[in-house]
């Protein structure tokens, strides 16, 4: 004879699991036009691109990682008095529904101490992380030196 309470306990922890592995897979950031410029004999390079959030809520970056790179992250680029200073730019948030540019003079992704060179048409990798553990995975495509 089949237990009805054994079924709908079934039922029940299989509806509790989809709705867990749903929550899981929350949206996450949708990267565009990631590029660098090929600046040799340095072992710092800058990365833009575009981060669109498709989602109903905010998603911060919290921090950026590369393969390449001993050390990545935010930084920002801004004119105080005719002087133009760089510094770091600790959580991007990238608001419910919108995008975010990371341009020359700007929002930029800094690599320091790139362990390479990468050819025009190479790309080079790097990781977003985000503040809720989640990681987007970038190729940001390398561009001749006089880019824009």
Known sequence: MINRAAIFMAR?????????????QAP???????WTRQVPGSDVAAVYLTVRNPSAKSITIVGVESPLASHAM????RTDRGQSQMRPHEHLVVPAGQSVKLQPGGLHIMLHGMK??????QTVPVTLLLSDGGKVSVAAVVRPLNAQ
């Not at 996450?28 to 990631?34: H, P, S, Y």
């Open 116 to 121: 390479q060179t990468a050819a025009v048409g």
């Open 74 to 77: 935010i930084h920002e680029t």
């Open 12 to 24: 029940l922890c299989f509806g509790l699991i989809i709705a867990a592995s749903v929550v899981a």
């Open 28 to 34: 996450t950031l949708a990267v565009q036009d990631a």
